[in-house]
């Protein structure tokens, strides 16, 4: 396992610096001026001229990527051209905030959605089942957006239980959570059904009844952990897709997480800070794929990695 | 670990843990924006910039630093300029030459008193390249501040230091209106001593004095109970930054902010529920669609009149924009000495589109595009409307849309045949809504986007902003603006009304006419409500 774990580190790199050359190309070749953005609605071309030559913007391509690489093998990812703060301290400032909620609506995913899903199997057709299913074909069909305003209508505005937005404790994170595992609790729900409905007419799911099994424990040792694997892939993207922001969810909210500040920096032209957003969230995503794989192997010892 | 997880695979067990780690989670979280709304609380789109006045370059950015900084002079809620910093000035009959007197007594929040050299050092700090602010132009017109800029000097030779307690300035050409120039937030004047972190700690002379600042979360300011001028009433300040209108609006009638601009869609509830709690006031901006007058067809001055004649402002003012609004005919706002309230606006008259049109060789029409920002909806919708009402005369418009920053890049550059904008006021003068917008020298980036170039406003441009005698400038102000209206390089279509909400519990708030007129001094939470 640890070979594994090893080998796969390694093969990150030439991933990440895949990451950060098609990043930087990108960044040149769409259209916006960073500079125009940090002069704002007036200037005048000679200022812009100065701008951008404090800034090396005018030096070759290949020069500016090499100045930026040293930078990230030195652990230096640069300064926002906006703000002039140094970009890895706005991450980490904002990168725990993102995790909060994307912790709080995973473990509001994996508890409501896999119970649903094992409730509807056990009866397939039942009322619970197509109570769930209702539910899980709500939550994949409403958008993020129009669901999390309407939340906040009902919990914040009509009933006042919940604050309406902001970052603070536990009653700012039950909205976002919600809204933001929303999709999760749907997909789970249907997936930990179906894989459910494959496993339990099984063999071994009747040996264990025959052998005088309780309901609960056949349910949940034998039946559930043999449908886990597709459970643990659903779980695997979406968390990997949490953490790297959830521009919607972290806008109603006003959550101050990384996915507010990409945005900010994508529409601000701040290289920097969007070249840095890219390379710390391409590492949050392949660290959360290495851990799902290992969880593959864990979950069912017929997945080898060779 | 997995199996020992399997092996406690209770779903109900595990319901309860996540309940339990929830309320853990709860107890030891900060508290940022719950904190109990006792205080004033007012809100942004976005992050500011920096607190650091050097960087105030966006209108968020400019409002911050005019809760914790001073500038010589400063504006009022209603755009009337006062002594701030400067308890009086005088400038030569050229307007060329100005001394601006301090203030006694004045202290920096560090208790440092005030001298003549802060400002002095904190213009230089503006004009320098490494300060990387980028916004220079206010003081680009004190002699040798270019120079020092470009590097080809090593002080601003017009700046001039007398003793600690006045500071003169020669200016490179009369400039009657550089008093207002001094009002904006990057002149505010900073202590000499600015170390690294200063745009997160900042230090200022100004009525609010920081205490925090969660980015993108909120920014907290005290009073400055040793403030020159009127100290605020109110012990605190919070500002919240809320990217989203719906959520700004449940936050206000959650009771969770102080005042909160009305949304564009409940414009007409808002209006009938709570008419007691909205106060109006016209707001110093156009909105506009520049008419790039070196394209095609629309370098023809009848063809840009023929677009004004073919769209139906008022209605489209009335529906999409919901009445928030008075048209425009010219780009000064009425409120504006200059501005000429007979001048009526271009009718509108499908005929005379279309005589035009054929007078100037279009009888079938022609295509053009229309940008548009994609994150702007209430422009977007206004675009749309455009180009349906346009497609009545024969000119089919494709319209494009993008984000704002690739927008902005195609509008400098003159890539765009029509683009849709408005233009917020710098400050508050006429000449903010003529030099910029319709001076060759400012064609592209300096804010004439229409590319509209002709030497006879340009030199009376220039003769406006050296004339002194204000009755004599605002003359000149509506000749210009008539001569522009009548070359038409804008379809002119309104200037908006701010639509605000205050609530019931807060008292002596207004809406600023500009973006920094509002210092939040005379704000209170009511007593006993």
């Known amino acids: 396992m640890l070979q594994l774990v090893g080998r796969r580190l390694l093969a990150t790199i030439p991933t990440l610096f895949g990451v950060l050359v098609v990043a930087f190309l990108l960044l040149n070749v769409v259209p916006g001026d960073p500079v125009a953005e940090m002069v704002g609605e007036r200037a005048d071309s000679a200022t812009i001229a100065r701008l951008r030559g404090e800034l ?46 994307a912790a709080a609506a995973m473990l509001l995913a994996v ?63 039950v909205l976002p959570a919600l809204t933001l595992g929303m999709r999760s609790i749907a997909f789970l729900a249907r997936m930990t059904r179906g894989a459910m409905l494959d496993v339990l007419p099984s063999d071994f799911v009747r040996t264990a009844r025959a052998k005088g099994l309780g309901e609960r424990r056949v349910i949940g040792r034998h039946a559930l952990r043999n449908a886990l694997l597709p459970i643990i892939t659903v779980v695997g993207l979406d968390v990997g897709n949490y953490l790297t922001g959830s521009i919607l969810t972290e806008t109603i909210y006003s959550w101050p997480g990384v996915g507010r500040y990409v945005l900010l920096a994508i529409q601000k032209r701040d290289l920097p800070a969007v070249q840095g957003s890219i390379l710390f969230l391409s590492v949050v995503f392949v660290l959360v794929n290495l851990l799902t794989d290992v969880l593959y192997a864990k979950a069912d010892p017929r997945v080898a990695y060779d | 670990m997995l199996r020992h997880l399997l092996r406690t695979v209770n779903l109900f067990d595990t319901a309860k843990r996540v309940l339990f780690l929830c309320f853990l989670a709860g107890c030891h979280s900060q508290s940022g924006a719950g904190a109990p709304a006792h205080g004033l609380i007012y809100y942004e789109r976005d992050d500011p910039r920096s607190l650091d006045p050097a960087l105030s370059t966006d209108v968020t950015t400019g409002e911050m630093v005019t ?111 550089f008093p207002k120039f001094l009002a904006m937030p990057v002149a505010s004047v900073v202590p000499a001593a600015v170390p690294a972190d200063f745009g997160q700690r900042p230090v200022g002379t100004g009525p609010w004095r920081f205490v925090a600042w969660e980015h993108d979360d909120f920014l907290r300011f005290a009073k400055n109970p040793s403030y020159w001028g009127e100290v605020p009433q109110a012990e605190s300040l919070t500002v919240r930054i809320i990217p989203e209108d719906l959520t700004r609006a449940a936050e206000f009638l959650a009771g969770r902010l102080s005042v909160a601009e009305v949304p564009f869609g409940e414009t007409a509830k808002w209006e009938r529920e709570h008419p007691d709690w909205l106060k109006r006031r016209p707001a110093l901006r156009p909105v506009y669609v520049p008419l790039n007058n070196r394209r095609g067809p629309l370098r023809d001055p009848n063809v840009r009149r023929a677009l004004n004649h073919a769209v139906n402002v008022t209605e489209i003012l009335r529906t999409v924009w919901n009445g928030r609004g008075a048209r425009a005919a010219g780009s000064i706002p009425p409120t504006l000495g200059g501005s000429d309230p007979a001048r009526q606006p271009y009718s509108y008259d499908t005929t005379e589109a279309r005589r035009l049109l054929r007078a100037a ?52 550059k003159g890539d765009t045949d029509m683009a849709i904008l408005d233009w917020w006021a710098d400050y508050p003068d006429a000449d903010n809504f003529l030099y910029p917008l319709f001076h060759s020298a400012s064609v592209g980036p300096g804010g004439n986007y229409s590319f509209y170039s002709d030497p006879v406003t340009d030199s009376l441009i220039l003769l406006a902003r050296r004339t002194v005698d204000q009755p004599a ?45 509002q210092r939040w001094t005379q704000v209170r939470v009511a007593a006993g409500r």
């Open chain 2, 361 to 412: 060789g279009y009888p079938n029409g022609f295509s053009l595009q229309l940008w548009r920002s994609g994150t702007n909806v209430e422009l977007g919708r206004v675009a749309q409307a455009i180009q349906a009402q346009l497609a009545i005369v024969g000119i089919r418009v494709e319209i494009v849309s993008r984000d704002a920053s690739s927008m902005r890049e195609a509008v400098r």
């Open chain 2, 473 to 517: 400038r605002e003359a000149l102000y509506r000749r210009i603006d008539n001569r522009v209206f009548e070359a038409a390089p804008w379809i002119y279509l309104w200037f908006p009304a701010n639509l605000w909400a205050e609530h019931p519990s807060i008292e002596g708030w207004d809406v600023p006419v500009i973006f920094n007129g």
């Open chain 1, 56 to 101: 090396h913007l005018d030096d070759p391509i290949p020069v500016q990527f090499g100045h930026y690489l040293w930078g990230v093998v030195r652990g230096d990812l640069g300064r926002s051209y906006i703000t002039q703060r140094p970009v890895l301290g706005d991450l980490a400032e904002r990168f725990p905030k993102t995790l909060q909620l």
């Open chain 1, 111 to 173: 508890t409501v959605g896999i119970s649903l899903g094992v409730l509807a199997a056990i009866r397939p057709g039942g009322m619970i089942d197509r109570l769930s299913m209702l539910i899980a074909y709500l939550g994949v069909s409403f958008p993020v957006y129009w669901v999390g305003l309407l939340l906040i209508l009902l919990f914040a505005v009509a009933l006042r239980w919940l604050p309406p937005s902001g970052y603070g404790g536990l009653a700012f994170l």
């Open chain 2, 67 to 177: 809760l914790l900084f001073d500038g010589l002079t400063q504006f009022d809620a209603d755009g009337k300029l006062l002594p701030a910093l400067s308890d009086r000035w005088t400038a030569d009959r050229t307007g060329q030459r100005y001394v601006f007197h301090l203030r006694p007594g004045v202290a920096f929040q560090d208790g440092r008193p005030l001298v003549a050299a802060d400002v002095k050092r904190a213009f230089i700090r503006v004009l320098n390249p490494a300060t990387r602010g980028g916004r220079v132009w206010p003081l680009l017109p004190i002699a040798g501040a270019g120079d020092f800029a470009d590097g080809h000097a090593t002080d601003v030779r017009g700046i001039e230091v007398l003793g600690d307690t006045a500071v003169a300035f020669t200016l490179t050409e009369p400039l009657a209106i």
